[in-house]
């Protein structure tokens, strides 16, 4: 039972990329799902969730209008098209499962998975 994120690399500001996060040995079907992500000597913040059937997505104002959550229940699969990437984007990203997402973010927060680097430098 775990969850993977991937996708992660070097790209410059102004950049894109897209992370994908993938479940095994559990469905997401049933569950919300978002991304956190973890600066060096920073604390974590959470960037945004999708609700079970994908009508509600959640986003914090750092990313808002740059990054777009997605899901694809039929390939147990959560995206994050990240666009127009900024040096403070810098950070490890973690797909995470919870209960609800809802305008607050991600509640009910109960699997974590590892993360996958981001880097935006020139």
């Known amino acids: 039972v775990q969850l993977q994120a991937s996708g992660g690399g070097l790209v410059q500001p102004g950049g894109s990329l897209r992370l994908s996060c993938a479940a095994s040995g559990f469905s997401l079907n049933y569950r919300a799902i978002g991304w956190f992500r973890q600066a060096p000597g920073k604390e974590r913040e959470e960037v945004s969730c999708?609700?079970?059937?994908?009508?509600?997505?959640f986003y914090s104002d750092s990313v808002r209008g740059r990054f777009t959550i997605s899901r694809d229940n039929a390939k147990n699969s959560l995206y994050l098209q990240m666009n127009s990437l900024k040096p403070e984007d810098t950070a490890n990203y973690y797909c995470?499962?919870?209960?609800?997402?809802?305008?607050?973010?991600?509640?009910?927060?109960?699997?974590w998975g590892k993360g996958t680097l981001v880097t935006v430098s020139s």
């Open positions: 995470v499962t919870g209960s609800w997402c809802v305008m607050r973010g991600l509640e009910g927060v109960d699997r």
């Open positions: 999708i609700s079970t059937n994908g009508n509600f997505q």
